[in-house]
């Protein structure tokens, strides 16, 4: 299984960026698809997920901002985000997770300039 983000970047505060994330291989039925972050010397956090139901999550900090969406029928996630400050700049992680198991993608850095 491969997980493909793109769409990370340099992006002023009060911009927009899209991130999305292909998974790919031999994958047997996704159940979350969703995004993590990390910024430099602060452990991994969760961003967002969704269900292959449709329920969402988001982290506090992001709410109202940013917003998760899913293909099912191409296996992407995609994690819209609007209004972005400063402190969003992190490295942003594709995770999908199932019965089987959970796989990571490498990462995509968002960097926002203030």
């Known amino acids: 299984v491969q997980l493909q983000a793109s769409g990370g970047g340099l992006v002023q505060a009060g911009g927009s960026l899209r991130l999305s994330c292909t998974a790919s291989?031999?994958?047997?039925?996704?159940?979350?698809m969703g995004w993590y972050r990390q910024a430099p010397g602060k452990q991994r956090e969760l961003v967002a997920h969704?269900?292959?139901?449709?329920?969402?999550a988001y982290a506090d900090s992001v709410k109202g901002r940013f917003t998760i969406s899913r293909d099912n029928a191409k296996n992407t996630v995609y994690l819209q985000m609007n209004s972005l400050k400063s402190e969003d700049t992190a490295v942003y992680y594709c995770?999908?997770?199932?019965?089987?198991?959970?796989?990571w993608g490498k990462g995509t850095l968002v960097t926002v300039s203030s």
């Open positions: 291989g031999s994958i047997p039925s996704i159940n979350t």
């Open positions: 995770n999908v997770k199932g019965t089987w198991g959970s796989y």
């Open positions: 969704m269900s292959s139901g449709g329920s969402m």
